[in-house]
């Protein structure tokens, strides 16, 4: 039986080339991620133009649909089914309009139309930008983010699960099913290294299941009878930073020791001599160095937040979007996730997630003040929804980077939302989130902080807030000064 996801699935795929065309088929929270042969094949306006895609974003390595969360998840496997029964030789191009969802899509706005133009613009500007920051560091940062973007389903379900019992176990309820709940929602995080150690070989060309045996090492309970410099390792020192490099480490030295052991010995040779090595290394190196530098980035965010709470709310919030454009936004999951395994939150990604306040902010005054312009108003209603779950691309990549200045006041409104939440932290009623994930009103039930949830959700609705009135004042008054509204107009 046809579902929608698998029509939508239909629809996406001879729009991307077809199915020669695809060369590598994964999802993260909200993107179809596809490695593509030849990206002038991929027929973007149309693509845009049905209804599931909340917008493309394409960086060095993928090309990106937006599909926002949940429906990812069930598009991806329609997709790769389709893959698997298409016939050798498969048309990369359609002859003419897309099957399934497409057929009977509305039209898209008219070529000449504000919105169709601030699409191309948009387009342009992340072509630009690919162009200007492929470099080895951009690379290396994309590569972390492909490590640890495949766990986070996992961090939110156990996150939600761990804010639950956090909630019962305050008010007291259900004593005899807490211990459970503590349970189910601490084993991933208790083991989250291994996975780290799994993805890291796999994407660095090694055998991903000796990254997991050589990560496996950090949290396994008899380190506690290893002694370095005469002082003994603790289970779990390190954590994801350690496991990282461990199996960075395990991949290397796997590759080296391959390429000189006879072909006869290599099923014997190399897996031993790789875990022996990286996991000596490991306990007597690694595991200490990356305990400290988790150490000074717990240490670093606390000093912030309690002593310039304000001024790193105003700078972190304003300036998110700007590294979500760069796509350097990616570097910071390993440092969410250590401050996840050290305090039971991070408290960043609260302040972060301000900059989809602000942007928020500004789509709804260029939709108040472009009230003639349908096809604009258009795309920012499809792309609300969206936004307001913090799923920003469509709003960015199609309104306000293109138009410019409302890029510039909704970073102000996010700005002010980071402030907002920051100073309360000056306060000691620190919000943070208990999983990397979700954004917007989709962070809610992730929350957690100094002084419990509750206190922790107000804080977070009043930088919300914030953001939305300070994104629009600044993008209504300010951020359109600069665009005339009647040549931005479409005339019927």
Not at 162 to 184: E, R, Y
Not at 422 to 437: N, P, Q, W, Y
């Amino acid at each position: 039986m046809r579902t929608p996801d698998s029509l939508t699935a239909e629809a996406i795929l001879p729009l991307v080339g077809g199915p020669a065309n695809v060369v590598s088929v994964a999802h993260c929270m909200t993107r179809l991620r596809l490695g593509l042969r030849d990206r002038s094949l991929v027929q973007e306006a149309a693509l845009r133009a049905l209804p599931a895609v909340l917008g493309v974003v394409a960086d060095d390595a993928t090309y990106q649909i937006v599909l926002g969360p949940g429906t990812v998840a069930r598009v991806t496997p329609e997709f790769e089914a389709l893959l698997t029964a298409a016939p050798a030789g498969a048309a990369k191009r359609p002859a003419a309009g897309a099957p399934g969802l497409l057929a009977t899509a509305p039209p898209g706005p008219p070529a000449d139309s504000t919105a169709e133009r601030l699409a191309a613009r948009g387009a342009e500007l992340k072509a630009d930008r690919r162009r200007r920051n492929s470099t080895p560091v951009r690379i290396m940062l994309r590569r972390i983010a492909d490590i640890f973007v495949p766990l986070i389903p996992a961090l939110i379900g156990c996150g939600v699960v761990a804010g639950l019992n956090g909630l019962l176990i305050n008010l007291g309820w259900l004593p005899g099913i807490t211990p459970a709940l503590t349970a189910i929602a601490s084993g991933f995080m208790a083991l989250i290294p291994v996975f780290v150690g799994y993805n890291t070989a796999k994407e660095f060309g090694g055998t991903p299941v000796l990254g997991g045996a050589v990560a496996a090492i950090v949290v396994y309970a008899g380190v506690a009878k290893v002694t370095v410099s005469g002082t003994a390792l603790s289970p779990g020192q390190g954590g994801v930073l350690g496991a990282l490099a461990a199996a960075l480490l395990g991949t290397y030295v796997e590759k080296w020791i391959r390429g000189r052991v006879p072909d006869a010995l290599d099923v014997l040779v190399t897996p031993t001599l790789t875990v022996l090595i990286t996991g000596l290394v490991t306990l007597y190196g690694l595991m200490y160095a990356a305990g400290e530098l988790a150490t000074a980035i717990g240490t670093a965010a606390n000093w912030l937040l309690d002593h310039t709470g304000a001024l790193a709310g105003l700078v972190l919030g304003g300036l998110f979007l700007p590294l979500v454009m760069l796509g350097l936004h990616q570097a910071l999951i390993p440092i969410h996730t250590t401050l996840i395994e050290q305090q039971g939150y991070t408290v960043l990604l609260p302040i972060l997630a301000m900059a989809g306040a602000g942007q928020v902010g500004a789509a709804l005054a260029v939709y108040v003040r472009l009230r003639h312009d349908t096809s604009l108003r258009t795309t920012i209603r499809s792309a609300l929804p969206a936004g307001l779950l913090g799923v920003g691309e469509p709003l960015i990549y199609g309104v306000s980077l293109p138009l410019g200045r409302p890029f510039v006041t909704a970073c102000a409104g996010g700005a002010a939302g980071g402030a907002f939440v920051g100073f309360f932290s000056m306060l000691g009623d620190k919000v943070g989130s208990t999983a990397i994930g979700p954004s917007g009103w989709a962070l809610f039930p992730l929350l957690n902080g100094s002084r419990g949830p509750v206190l922790a959700a107000a804080v977070y609705a009043g930088g919300l807030l914030t953001g939305y009135v300070v994104g629009f004042a600044a993008t209504y008054f300010y951020g359109l000064a600069g665009l005339s509204v009647t040549r931005a107009r479409v005339e019927p």
